[in-house]
């Protein structure tokens, strides 16, 4: 059995090698038969502790999502574009549709459970001409997707702490640059946790996912028993265009950046595949239940928020920047009261950068692994007894100090921020369902695993995902407003290209990735 430099997509046998590289390994990290298998035939070598489960992963990816408290921070992007049914029905749109695509991206996993996630699927799937090219371009499309994510995540907690102390002090002046150092502050806290705290890691997920749960009843109860209720009617048919878009459809379009950012993230549990005990068997299963529940939780959570938001102009000029902060205080005319909400939603928010953080490390050091990037062997460096790609952390530390700065120069940073991890992570997904898809009208072979779907159902699952993804996919890097100011614009598509643009010289310069770069498909063994 030897490493095989053509197509990879074979057939198994229910044999498992022994790899010489394994014999060592404690029970910790050799996972099952199948887990040994699976990274035997992807040529690569174990180097997790595989102590994540079933409950623990499904913890892991809810907490990436963090769907129904993240819908609460990301709401003023919604609220200004799009108003209440906007947010509400667009909500809805995306919930259903990234059932599609993380069914999709659940089968893939399922035949392929790396660290790598779409850049390896990719190399898998191509045609053999452009394997080495497109799982690249994909790898680098995950790596800007995952960071920041991170930065968005971490932005999102360390912004809503300072609202709460505006809220608590009404005569302390908010500064851009307060949010910005809190935001350091809570990427600091991930980086500690992902690191001196990593071996409690799936211990905390799922303590944390039953805070996630119950918080959401907490909110739920509260709101429904206290809060006002708003005319239904009203409610679910009023948009709102405050960005001055030529029609109210468009503005509601414009803010879909609020709904999406919620709902994404499903393949995070991909990304920690190699720390995961039969993770072809348990990905899927955490990876579309996550979606149902947390798009669950998020749909209820929204309309509710609707319904008792009150007059919305002034909770959009709420002082406090953070509209379900003021939704809470004026509920609960308490401050003790608004506080105890508040804090859930904020500790969730920092649980949920921590689950990102992880991920965004794991990717990078799997392609980081693959010589994707430059000095791939500092970022592929795990210490050992530590088991953790530290320098892979440190870095999505790094990425998340530094976009947080956009904070101080620009009054719609939470936008710019998030369209980058958004349009990044959706493009990574375009292109390996595209392939998946081609597989599939051409009768191609597909690599056989445990979750598997059929060809009619797999054709329309692909096609749904495809056409969603394209028409988010564009709107994700439209500004909030049609006339924007240098300080309005949306930079997400300058830090994008600009991106790419050094990934493709660094793939074509003399000495760049080409010449180091093979792809994961080259290390591929067929199983005989």
């Known amino acids: ?3 095989t430099k053509g197509d990879s997509l074979t057939s198994t046998t229910e044999q498992v090698p022994i790899d010489p590289e394994n014999v060592n390994l404690s029970e910790e990290k050799k996972g099952t038969a199948k887990d040994q298998k699976d990274m035997w035939r992807m040529g690569k070598a174990q180097e997790m502790r595989r102590n994540f489960r079933f409950v623990s992963i499904l913890g892991f990816t ?7 408290e993240t819908m609460l921070g990301t709401s003023i992007i919604g609220l200004i574009n799009g108003g209440t049914a906007g947010l509400i029905w667009l909500f809805l749109v995306c919930w259903v549709s990234f059932m599609a695509v993380n069914t999709s991206m659940a089968e893939m996993a399922s035949m392929a459970p790396t660290s790598g996630g779409q850049y390896h699927w990719v190399s898998e799937f191509s045609p053999r001409k452009y394997q080495k090219f497109l799982s690249f371009i994909t790898g680098w499309l995950c790596v800007l997707g995952w960071q920041t994510g991170a930065a968005n995540t971490a932005f999102l907690a360390g912004t809503q702490i300072q609202g709460l102390i505006i809220l608590y002090n009404p005569t302390y002046v908010p500064e851009r640059w307060h949010g910005t150092l809190l935001t350091f502050a809570v990427a600091l806290f991930s980086v500690v946790f992902n690191t001196f705290l990593v071996k409690k890691l799936p211990m905390v997920e799922g303590i944390v996912l039953i805070i996630h749960v119950f918080g959401f009843f907490a909110v739920l109860v509260t709101l429904w028993v206290l809060g006002p209720r708003g005319n239904a009617s009203e409610v679910f ?4 265009n405050y960005g001055g878009w030529s029609s109210d459809g468009l503005s509601a379009m414009v803010g879909i950046l609020a709904v999406m950012i919620p709902l994404l993230g499903a393949d995070g549990a991909v990304h920690m595949s190699e720390e995961l005990r039969d993770a072809a068997r348990v990905l899927p299963k955490a990876m579309i239940a996550t979606t149902f529940f947390n798009g669950l939780m998020g749909f209820v959570t929204i309309i509710t928020f609707c319904m008792v938001l009150g007059d919305l102009d002034t909770v959009i000029a709420t002082p406090t920047f953070q509209p379900y902060i003021q939704v809470f205080y004026d509920v609960t005319q308490s401050y003790v009261g608004a506080s105890f909400l508040s804090a859930l939603v904020i ?6 950068n921590l689950s990102i953080t992880a991920t965004a ?8 692994r693959d010589q994707g990037v430059p000095y791939a062997k500092f970022f592929a460096y795990v210490r050992p007894g530590w088991d953790v790609p530290m320098n892979s952390i440190i870095v999505s530390f790094v990425v998340s100090c530094l976009l947080s700065l956009i904070n101080i120069g620009s009054t719609i940073a939470l936008n710019n921020i998030t369209s980058l991890s958004l349009c990044a992570i959706l493009s990574s997904y375009i292109i390996s369902i595209s392939l998946v898809l081609w597989r599939r009208l ?3 072979p597909l690599l056989p695993a445990p979750f598997t779907l059929s060809k009619p159902v797999g054709i329309l699952l692909n096609v749904w995902s495809l056409a969603f993804l394209w028409i988010a996919f564009i709107f994700s890097f439209f500004p909030g407003t049609y006339n924007p100011t240098v300080a309005q614009m949306n930079w997400a598509c300058l830090i994008y290209g600009a991106t790419m643009i050094f990934a493709l010289l660094h793939y074509y310069l003399p000495g760049g990735a080409r010449t180091v770069y093979d792809g994961p498909v080259e290390y591929v063994r067929k199983m005989q």
């Open 237 to 240: 048919t009023t948009f709102n």
């Open 62 to 68: 809810m907490l990436v999502m963090c769907s129904w």
């Open 361 to 368: 490390s794991r990717q990078l050091f799997a392609f980081a």
């Open 347 to 352: 500790i969730m928010a920092m649980f949920c």
């Open 442 to 444: 051409f009768n191609l």
């Open 1 to 3: 059995m030897a490493l």
